[in-house]
Structure formats: structure tokens, C-alpha cells
């Protein structure tokens, strides 16, 4: 399977800790895109790389979060100190930049984050 | 602020006949408009999309139309099967694609 894969898919941690989790996207793919998604609310933008450069970053991603795609292939979300507020599922999609035509998002499944 | 709306939370059908989702937005700089689905557990996956220089695109079941005068597209699938049970959601991004917006989602229920 060469769809996009993410670790883990579900991780349980303390409020106050740091998690992070991995994204590896489609091969071929340049764009790589992290998206937050909580209960009744459809995909929040966070972040996006094209390559390796981090072009983008909502103001929803406070200070405590981290993402990094180093040599342009896979991508890490760190999360320090925890809060509950946190708890969400954090998708992470990849797309290939085209000069035209379509270039729809390819999702992984997703990580469930749950802080207690 | 919410580009991508959809004002539906769910709608439920019976089987072999029309769903009909639907999708408002504000922007109109967005052209480029997607429909994902999502089971449980599991991420969105892509299931059709439509250019702003086309009003209907269709794929089997499933036709998506756009009405840029009213900022507004929709999701047709016909007939509906009991394995379209899913939640949808509408996206849109501009020329750039840099980001897309996603709505809230709707939950289609297909009943038998």
C-alpha cells in the first residue's frame, strides 16, 4: 500500500507531556499538509511543507506546536505540554503540486490524540 | 472565520434514491471545489471535485454541481446505497493550492 501512512494512531498521554507523531506521505508527492479535526467539525488547517520548506502555519498552531519535514520526505507534529484542549485527531495529507489541473489532498488515517 | 459551510449535520435517506448534500461558501476567489467522505475511525478520502470554469462534473453515482452566482454547490448520488453511510464533507481552495477549507460535514445515513 502507497497511500499515506501516520504513527500512531492513537495515543493517550498526561496533560503537561510532549507526543509526536509521524506522517509519511505518498512518494511522489511535494506537498505535505497537517490538518486537526475534533468531534462535529470538519479538517482545520494547520500546516503545510512543500519539499522541505514550511510555507504556512494557521495561527492555531500555538508556540507549543512543531512540525518538520526534513530532506522533504517524511514529516513529524510535535506537541509540547499537553492540554486538553489538544485532544483531536490530527490528520496529515499529501498532494502533488501541479502548474494546472487537479491536486486533491490524499488523507493518511489519521492519529487520535486523547489527553487526560 | 467559516468559508466552507454546510448547514446540514446529517440527512437520512432510503435506499435507491437521490442524496442530495449541500455546500455554501463565502470566498469567491475559491475554483476549485472537492467532496471527501469519511468513515469512522479513518481518514477523509477524495471523491469527486469541480473547477469554477464548469458548473456540473460527474462521476458514476456521484455529480457535483457548482453555482457560482450563489456561492452555493451540491452533491448528488444516485441511486444511494446503504455503504454511502458516511460522513461528507465539502473543501474548497483558490488557484494557489496552498490550503483547502473544509465545512463541517454531513452524516448521510442510507437506510435499507
Known amino acids: 500500500d502507497t497511500g499515506v501512512s501516520q504513527d500512531p494512531r492513537h495515543k493517550i498521554t498526561k496533560r503537561g507531556q510532549n507526543v509526536t507523531f509521524r506522517c509519511d506521505p505518498i512518494s511522489e508527492h511535494n506537498r505535505l499538509y497537517w490538518y486537526r479535526q475534533t468531534l462535529g467539525q470538519g479538517p482545520e488547517f494547520l500546516t503545510y511543507?512543500?519539499?522541505?520548506?514550511?510555507?504556512?502555519k494557521s495561527r492555531l498552531l500555538s508556540d507549543r506546536f512543531s512540525a518538520e519535514r526534513p530532506k522533504g520526505s517524511f514529516s513529524t507534529l510535535e506537541i509540547q505540554r499537553t492540554e486538553q484542549g489538544d485532544s483531536a485527531m490530527y490528520l496529515c495529507?499529501?498532494?502533488?503540486?501541479?502548474?494546472?489541473?487537479?491536486?486533491?489532498?490524499?488523507f493518511g488515517e489519521g492519529s487520535r490524540l486523547t489527553v487526560l | 472565520d467559516q468559508q466552507v459551510k454546510q448547514n446540514s449535520p446529517s440527512l437520512s435517506v432510503q435506499e435507491g434514491r437521490i442524496s442530495i448534500l449541500n455546500c455554501d461558501y463565502t470566498n469567491s476567489m475559491f475554483d476549485y471545489f472537492l467532496w471527501y467522505k469519511k468513515y469512522p475511525a479513518e481518514g477523509p478520502t477524495f471523491l469527486i471535485s469541480i473547477s469554477s470554469i464548469k458548473d456540473k462534473n460527474e462521476d458514476g453515482r456521484f455529480t457535483v454541481f457548482l453555482n457560482k452566482s450563489a456561492k452555493h454547490l451540491s452533491l448528488h448520488i444516485v441511486p444511494s446505497q446503504p455503504g454511502d453511510s458516511a460522513v461528507y464533507f465539502c473543501a474548497a481552495n483558490t488557484d494557489n493550492f496552498n490550503k483547502f477549507y473544509f465545512g463541517s460535514g454531513t452524516k448521510l445515513n442510507v437506510k435499507p
Open positions: 495529507a499529501s498532494s502533488m503540486r501541479l502548474t494546472s489541473g487537479t491536486g486533491e489532498l490524499f
Open positions: 511543507f512543500q519539499n522541505e520548506a514550511q510555507l504556512e
